[in-house]
């Protein structure tokens, strides 16, 4: 399956989980591309057979538990007719010390939806991730194989 990961990142913890959720799906035997999320064109979402938007969860636009702010960007560049239904996923990193924890992985999922985007599994959410490598790791490759059981 080709499958794209669209990331944002503030502190590179999500770039660090996009590699890593890459490498489970390459070893999965899918094609998997990586991008930032504010150089992507808006074609990739029924280019790929997947896309996974991958985002911290951040304060923006005065609420806590927002998306990268790049994600806003993207999803207004669509109009509604501008692309055919699509698949995505959503990798959420956040923190369980603040009130949204991993507050994202709603929004995103709010904004996809309303693009006719359809959501086949449900969102992974990380905690800490730098302090808690080990632990979002084998939860990033557990992710890996339920997306692939699916989708499949």
């Known amino acids: ?36 999320v504010m150089t992507a064109n808006v074609t990739i979402l029924v280019e790929s057979d997947l896309t996974i938007f991958a985002s911290p969860s951040w304060d923006y636009d005065g609420k806590e538990g927002q998306p990268h702010e790049d994600f806003f960007h993207f999803f207004s560049s669509i109009s509604q007719d501008a692309v055919a239904p699509f698949s995505y996923a959503i990798m959420a990193l956040g923190d369980t010390n603040y ?21 086949i599994i449900e969102p ?29």
Do not use: R
């Open 1 to 36: 399956m080709k499958i794209t990961i669209l990331y944002a990142t503030y502190s590179n913890s999500t770039y660090a989980a996009t590699e890593v959720l890459c490498k489970a799906l390459q070893k999965l035997n899918h094609e998997v591309a990586v991008s930032l």
């Open 124 to 152: 992974l959410k990380l905690d800490q991730y730098y302090l808690n490598e080990m632990t979002c790791g084998a939860a990033i490759n557990t992710w890996a194989q339920q997306l692939t059981e699916a989708t499949t």
């Open 99 to 119: 009130t949204y924890f991993c507050g994202a992985a709603d929004e995103l999922e709010s904004l996809a939806t309303a693009k006719a985007g359809k959501q």
